[in-house]
């Protein structure tokens, strides 16, 4: 009697102690932003954290999308395209030979510190970026290295290009977020801490960076666009997890998220208190078939694996229908495209009489690489090669899936290990060659040339276009190099996807970028 | 005792040696150049030896290890590659990240757990002790990942009881000076903050405490189950002294050695980083600063870190062994 009493008794005080752990409901929940002055705080989650704030410095998207407001480039890209407009240069000019390229700078922008934007401003930081080490400003050299001969001040707002030789996407280039440009003074001043001091013109100032956590930048009071920025601050958080960030953002903690899971679009479209967002595709996922292993030597053996994969089916299962299939090595979007290629359509009797041309009638075993890592391109990889691995069983190829971690994965692929591999791409500046030429030239073998596919006319007609500023010329090339890469069939391009974003329904204003460097100074949060 | 505690500190020197040398060649063994890692895809080959130079990652691997063993005698940890900054600078906030979620975890687990255990003890075969060492069993089982998440959906999402993620309200965020916010919060008298710090402390300290309370439960049953058959207990028990003081003071104080021997080492496994806790609650801890140099071949960083979470596995460790013979007096050091 007495024991079953104490029993209770301490049953009571547990549940008693597990009450009390979760209570205070009332004051909990998120403060919400908006509501006081101006235009409120939006909290941006995303996957990780960014690598530098200096984009001079650094290749990463996740710093990009941070440093793509606090700087401004000469040129910039369109609201959702690649296209150039006028950004810190007003307006620009190119000699008839195409070596001369002259830019007008906008009057009366000020950098955060106060100093002034000018033409030396300019000159001073290409003068920075070429002095440097080739590592360290890595894009300033793949971009622009051996090309740029001179950059000179003309007068207070007007620089001067001079280039060794053509240089075809320019412009392209000058808009791509490393390129901005930073305050000279601030350079000066903070030496090797500049990158976390970060100074620009853009629309947001930088407040507080706490590594892995958080980075926080506030409203420019001074922003020489009217009325820009409409918000007051914006957070940017790290929250690794696809799942935990979906949930920060019903609770409210967050208004804004990236790296949304495909799966999750259709409960995000059906909330009323969210949105989806699709940022326009810039990439392409694509299985690479090591052009030098193997039955994959043949090209038949080549266009008969085509012909075996249901692109279809990879979009309804693992994209949620937000992806195109992909016939050429590039989005549409991307001047110089193709559409009368066509595609190898999903066929496998097709496949098995091609196959069994190629003296491959009982079938052959590969091994079929699967991403350990997710990536917009790519949701999971490992289901993707499942499918395909599927897909191969049906026409009689054996294929073993085989992942590693990513750093390894990648240098193995580039070794040319993998028989065939799941890989994507997504473009920096919209250029046919940041796809074509990077992915599929000779000369990227050892770097992105991760199938070893070589053809002395594709060479050719790369470099061709790369030594003109005719863009009808260049797209000519292009195009017809596509037919013949289509042919030779170095890759199964897979799916151009959109990636997914979602936020609050109050956010108006929000326009994801292609390249992933999303511009925030139209964004508002209206009840 | 003091002798003892000296000669223990300095058998620690060849554990962290020989530590500080698995690592590195570990960390080596695994494929995958920095160099290429830090440039990204679109590197060249020029552009990566000349970053493997610069780096030292051309010298032979002895000395390689010298100079990293150089620099760790004179306090220096080495220089992070992926942010160019001082280890010894920039690890500190990590620390006090997972020192704290780490703290309340065991607070929870030790609370919760030697409870538990002595209450299932005492009642054995009890209803309550059959519900508590089934708990037990599906606390060590349960994936941390699948219940973080369904921690945040029943308590953040459905109840709204709790936030979801990470350390304070961003839109509030703490001022960090010693970056143990708790303390941060209460030095500068922001007590709505301090509330504020401890709510998104619960759900990752339940998250983290549920294998640890459900060992130290297991444990503290089993042991208790054993001292309270002992004749000490019985004689006790015959003088008429109430259950809840034979229990909670002779048996338990006879119970406690290998307890406390469990306590240790789960704390210092959970200082070891806990990454999947971390990882969903995106909290900033130790775990995933070395995961994710892991996944930038950032060979310092992983190098340091873990030789620095190693050292406080030990040291716990060693705290732990002294408070033997503080706790019971048949144990004596020479």
Same mark, same amino acid.
């Given at each position: ?12 005080? @547990? ?158 280039? @000058? ?35 706490k590594r892995n956590d958080k980075v926080t930048i506030v409203k420019n009071e001074n922003y020489w666009k009217k009325g820009l920025p409409k918000l007051d601050s914006v957070i940017f958080r790290v929250i690794p997890e696809n799942s935990a960030r979906l949930n920060a ?269 999303? @511009? ?8 | ?165 990470? !350390?304070?309200?961003? !839109? ?65 028990r015959a003088k008429g002294m109430s259950m809840f003081w034979v229990v909670y003071k002779h048996s338990l104080k006879n119970a406690v050695i290998p307890v406390l021997t469990v306590i240790g080492l789960q704390t210092g496994l959970l200082l070891g980083g806990a990454i ?11 775990? !995933? ?46």
């Amino acid at each position: 009697m007495k024991k079953k009493y104490g029993l209770l008794l301490i049953a009571f005080v @547990l549940l008693l102690s597990l009450g009390m752990a979760g209570c205070g409901k009332s004051s909990s929940g998120g403060t919400e932003g908006g509501g006081n002055s101006g235009g409120g705080t939006l909290v941006f989650a995303r996957g990780g954290d960014s690598e530098s704030l200096d984009p001079a410095v650094t290749t990463e998207g996740e710093s990009f999308k941070v440093t793509e407001n606090i700087y401004e480039t000469l040129i910039n890209f369109g609201e959702q395209d690649t296209e150039i407009e006028p950004g810190l240069a007003e307006s620009w000019k190119e000699s008839d030979d195409g070596l001369k390229h002259t830019l007008k700078l906008k009057k009366g922008v000020k950098f955060h510190d106060g100093t002034d934007f000018n033409a030396e401003a300019v000159v001073f930081n290409f003068e920075r970026w070429k002095a440097g080490n080739k590592e360290r400003f890595y894009y300033y050299n793949s971009q622009f290295g051996d090309v740029m001969k001179e950059v000179k001040a003309v007068d207070e707002h007007t620089v001067e290009f001079t280039l060794n030789r053509v240089l075809a996407p320019f412009y392209k280039n @000058l808009a791509m977020s490393p390129f901005a440009i930073a305050s000279p003074e601030a350079i000066k001043k903070h030496g090797d801490k500049f990158a976390e001091n970060p100074t620009g013109t853009g629309p947001f100032k930088f407040k507080e960076w706490k590594r892995n956590d958080k980075v926080t930048i506030v409203k420019n009071e001074n922003y020489w666009k009217k009325g820009l920025p409409k918000l007051d601050s914006v957070i940017f958080r790290v929250i690794p997890e696809n799942s935990a960030r979906l949930n920060a953002l019903n609770t409210g903690e967050v208004d804004l998220i990236d790296g949304v899971n495909f799966s999750d679009v259709d409960s995000i479209k059906k909330n009323d208190k969210l949105q989806a967002f699709f940022r326009p595709s810039l990439n392409v996922a694509y299985l690479g078939l090591n052009n030098e292993r193997g039955p994959l030597k043949d090209k038949k053996v080549r266009q008969a694996l085509n012909y075996a994969v249901d692109k279809k089916a990879l979009i309804d299962a693992f994209y949620a229908g937000a992806a195109e299939a992909a016939v050429n090595p590039m989005p549409e979007t991307v001047a110089g495209y193709n559409d009368a290629v066509k595609d190898y359509e999903y066929d496998p009797e097709k496949a098995k009489q091609l196959l069994k041309e190629a003296g491959y009638e009982k079938g052959f075993e590969i091994e079929l690489w699967a991403m350990p890592v997710a990536r917009p391109y790519m949701p999971d990889g490992k289901k993707v090669a499942e499918a395909i691995q599927s897909n191969f069983e049906k026409v009689g190829v054996k294929s073993k899936i085989v992942s590693f971690e990513w750093p390894t994965y990648l240098e193995k692929a580039r070794k040319g290990e993998a028989d065939t591999f799941l890989l994507g791409w997504t473009g920096d500046n919209g250029d046919a060659d940041n796809f074509l030429y990077v992915l599929l030239d000779e000369d990227s073998i050892g770097s992105n040339n991760y199938t070893y596919y070589k053809n002395p006319k594709v060479h050719e007609l790369f470099t061709k276009a790369q030594s003109t500023n005719d863009q009808s010329e260049r797209e000519k090339l292009y195009k017809e190099a596509q037919e013949i890469i289509k042919d030779d069939a170095p890759w199964i391009p897979l799916v151009h996807s959109k990636p997914a974003l979602a936020g609050k329904a109050e956010i108006k204003g929000f326009k994801p970028h292609p390249t992933g460097s999303d @511009l925030l100074s139209n964004v508002e949060m209206k009840k | 005792m003091l002798a003892y505690s000296v000669r223990r500190v300095f058998s620690l020197v060849p554990v962290l040696l020989g530590l500080s040398l698995v690592v590195f060649f570990m960390i080596r063994a695994i494929p995958g150049d920095p160099a290429q890692v830090i440039l990204g895809q679109l590197a060249t080959k020029e552009a990566i030896a000349e970053l493997s130079k610069d780096l030292g990652l051309d010298e032979p691997w002895y000395i390689q290890y010298f100079q990293y063993l150089g620099g760790l005698v004179t306090g220096d940890l080495g220089e992070s590659l992926r942010t160019k900054t001082a280890i010894s600078a920039e690890i500190w906030p990590y620390l006090a990240a997972t020192i704290e979620l780490s703290f309340f975890a065991m607070l929870i687990a030790i609370l919760v757990g030697v409870n538990a255990g002595i209450v299932s003890a005492w009642f054995q075969n009890s209803w309550f002790d059959y519900t508590a060492m089934i708990l037990a069993l599906v606390g060590v089982s349960v994936p941390i990942f699948w219940l973080g998440l369904m921690e945040q959906w029943v308590f953040s999402y459905n109840l709204e009881w709790l936030p979801t993620s990470g !350390r304070d309200d961003v !839109r509030n965020p703490v001022e960090a000076f010693t970056h143990l916010y708790v303390i941060d919060t209460l030095l500068q008298g922001r007590f709505d903050q301090f509330v504020d710090v401890l709510k998104h402390l619960v759900l990752p300290a339940i998250a983290l405490a549920t294998i640890p309370m459900a060992i130290i439960a297991r444990i503290t049953r089993s042991t208790m189950l054993e001292v309270m058959r002992s004749d000490f207990i019985r004689t006790a028990r015959a003088k008429g002294m109430s259950m809840f003081w034979v229990v909670y003071k002779h048996s338990l104080k006879n119970a406690v050695i290998p307890v406390l021997t469990v306590i240790g080492l789960q704390t210092g496994l959970l200082l070891g980083g806990a990454i999947l806790t971390e990882t969903i609650f995106s909290w900033p801890g130790i775990g !995933r600063y070395i995961y994710e140099a892991i996944g930038y071949r950032d060979y310092p960083v992983i190098q340091s870190g873990i030789l620095i979470v190693a050292l406080i596995f030990v040291l716990i460790n060693l705290v732990v062994d002294l408070l033997y013979a503080a706790i019971d007096p048949r144990i004596k050091y020479r």
